[in-house]
Antibody, heavy 120, light 110 residues
Framework: QVQLQESGPGLVKPSQTLSLTCTVSGASISNGGYYWSWIRQHPGKGLEWIGYIYYSGSTHYNPSLKSRVTISVDTSRNQFSLKLNSVTAADTAVYFC????????????WGQGTLVTVSS | QSVLTQPPSASGTPGQRVTISCSGSSSNIGSNYLFWYQQLPGTAPNLLISRNNQRPSGVPDRFSGSKSGTSASLAISGLRSEDEADYYCAAWDDRLSGPVFGGGTKLTVL
C-alpha cells in the first residue's frame, strides 16, 4: 500500500520560504511511472496544481507560481520536496503531495495534506 | 479562477438523482481523460470516477461519469446523506503540461 506523508512547518512568516517534504512509502520514486506532485487548496477553495518532478529530476511548474517554486527529489530517501519563496498570506493553504500517473494523469496517491499558514 | 468550470453548489433529497457538470476546453477535457474526485471535510480527495466513466473498485454504481467533447458530467442516483461532500473534476492540460481542476461543487443532501 502506497502512502505519502507531508512534513514541514505549519507556520511561515511573510517573505520567507515555505519548505515541505513528502515521504513516499510502499513504492519507489526511482521506479518511474509517476509525476511526484504538489497540489494546494486554499481555505474553502478548489485545488491548484503547483508542480511536479520525475524521478530523473526533471521538473515542471504551474506558470502562475514558476518564479517562486522549486521541487527537488532525493531518491535515496524516497522523498521529494517543495520550496516556495517570498510567501504572502495568499499562500496560506493545505498543501498535498501526490503521485500523478504518467500515462493517465490520474492522481493515484494523495498525502493527507498539511495546513501551512503565512502570518507574522 | 479554476481552469475547469463547475457549478459551486448542487443539492437534492435522499433518493433523487443529481448531476454535476464540468466544462473545459480542447486542451484538457477535449483531448484527455476526465476524472472525478470526492472530498470529505478535512481529508484528501478520493478518486470517484477514472478515465471519463470508470468506477474504481469500491465505488457504488450509483455514481457514473460521462464525457462529450469539452464537457463532462457526474451523476449520482439514489442520493444518500453520506454523499454530502465536495466534488472536483480534473484533467490533464496539454498547454499547461500539468493537471487542471474544477473549482469544486458542494453537494448538499436536503
Amino acid at each position: 500500500q502506497v502512502q505519502l506523508q507531508e512534513s514541514g512547518p505549519g507556520l511561515v512568516k511573510p517573505s520567507q520560504t515555505l519548505s515541505l517534504t513528502c515521504t513516499v512509502s510502499g513504492a519507489s520514486i526511482s521506479n518511474g511511472g509517476y509525476y511526484w506532485s504538489w497540489i494546494r487548496q486554499h481555505p474553502g477553495k478548489g485545488l491548484e496544481w503547483i508542480g511536479y518532478i520525475y524521478y530523473s529530476g526533471s521538473t515542471h511548474y504551474n506558470p502562475s507560481l514558476k518564479s517562486r517554486v522549486t521541487i527537488s527529489v532525493d531518491t535515496s530517501r524516497n522523498q521529494f520536496s517543495l520550496k516556495l519563496n517570498s510567501v504572502t498570506a495568499a499562500d496560506t493553504a493545505v498543501y498535498f503531495c501526490a503521485g500523478l500517473h504518467v500515462g493517465t494523469a490520474m492522481v493515484d496517491y494523495w498525502g493527507q495534506g498539511t495546513l501551512v499558514t503565512v502570518s507574522s | 479562477q479554476s481552469v475547469l468550470t463547475q457549478p459551486p453548489s448542487a443539492s437534492g433529497t435522499p433518493g433523487q438523482r443529481v448531476t454535476i457538470s464540468c466544462s473545459g476546453s480542447s486542451s484538457n477535457i477535449g483531448s484527455n481523460y476526465l476524472f472525478w474526485y470526492q472530498q470529505l471535510p478535512g481529508t484528501a480527495p478520493n478518486l470517484l470516477i477514472s478515465r471519463n466513466n470508470q468506477r474504481p473498485s469500491g465505488v457504488p454504481d450509483r455514481f457514473s461519469g460521462s464525457k462529450s467533447g469539452t464537457s463532462a458530467s457526474l451523476a449520482i442516483s439514489g442520493l444518500r446523506s453520506e454523499d454530502e461532500a465536495d466534488y472536483y473534476c480534473a484533467a490533464w492540460d496539454d498547454r499547461l503540461s500539468g493537471p487542471v481542476f474544477g473549482g469544486g461543487t458542494k453537494l448538499t443532501v436536503l
